[in-house]
Nanobody
Framework: QVHLVESGGGLVQAGGSLRLSCVASRGTFSLYTMGWFRQAPGKEREFVGQISWTEGRTRYADSVQGRFTVSRDNAKNSVYLQMNNLQPEDTAVYSC????????????????WGQGTQVTVSS
């Protein structure tokens, strides 16, 4: 019922950059935390970063801290993931997510997921 659509993935060399986008169907988009997750083949899905309903408050996994930046544009119902200095270990399918309820920013509350976009980093 809540649709999330990611775009912007592709193939990039180590040290390069990509910017992922996610568009949500919610009319009350600004009230919800938005997050990014990734999953590599044979590995569990892991948290990457998120941005709260504020302008806003962000949180990142240690593995991407200082390299990735989450931002949002509430007028466009969109959230972005700017990825710099990409490394081969960043190769994964990246998905955006959002909780069912507004005004929550706990990782365990994410309930709706997009189909994902592939990011491949070559050496």
């Amino acid at each position: 019922q809540v649709h999330l659509v990611e775009s912007g993935g592709g193939l990039v060399q180590a040290g390069g950059s990509l910017r992922l986008s996610c568009v949500a169907s919610r009319g009350t988009f600004s009230l919800y935390t938005m997050g990014w997750f990734r999953q590599a083949p044979g590995k569990e899905r892991e948290f990457v970063g998120q941005i709260s309903w504020t302008e806003g408050r962000t949180r990142y996994a240690d593995s991407v801290q200082g390299r990735f930046t989450v931002s949002r544009d509430n007028a466009k119902n969109s959230v972005y993931l700017q990825m710099n200095n990409l490394q081969p270990e960043d190769t994964a399918v990246y998905s955006c997510a959002t909780p069912a309820a507004p005004y929550t920013d706990y990782v365990g509350d994410f309930a709706y997921w997009g189909q994902g976009t592939q990011v491949t980093v070559s050496s």
